[in-house]
């Protein structure tokens, strides 16, 4: 059973970082492709970062240059470095995982950008 366990989220002020980590069980890690998306109240659930098993990475433009995302094979762990963070990206993110057409999602950790 694949499971995905997303930690690292919590409450900032605007222009802090946070790191969010997803530590992935169940199936090869090494060959799924991971990502993150985000969905804010109100709002459909958005793509925000993936990278590849060959560590090929794509972001959404409002995070371009701000956010990181990274993946330790012999950890299993996936994780998204949020620096100069705004209140715009108040949101929960998910961990995502997908091994061919079969996508899987972690249950969500609560990131807010706030004064």
């Known amino acids: 059973q694949v499971q995905l366990a997303e930690s690292g989220g919590g409450l900032v002020q605007p222009g802090g970082s946070l790191r969010l980590s997803c530590e992935v069980s169940?199936?090869?890690?090494?060959?799924?492709?991971m990502g993150w998306y985000r969905q804010a109240p109100g709002k459909e659930r958005e793509f925000v970062a993936s990278i590849t098993s060959f560590h090929t990475t794509t972001y959404e433009d409002s995070v371009k240059g701000r956010f990181t995302i990274s993946r330790d094979n012999a950890k299993n762990t996936v994780s998204l470095e949020m620096n100069s963070l705004k209140p715009e990206d108040t949101a929960v993110y998910y961990c995502?995982?997908?091994?061919?057409?079969?996508?899987?999602w972690g249950q969500g950790t609560q990131v807010t950008i706030s004064s």
């Open positions: 995502h995982a997908r091994w061919g057409t079969n996508p899987y």
């Open positions: 169940g199936n090869n890690f090494r060959v799924a492709v």
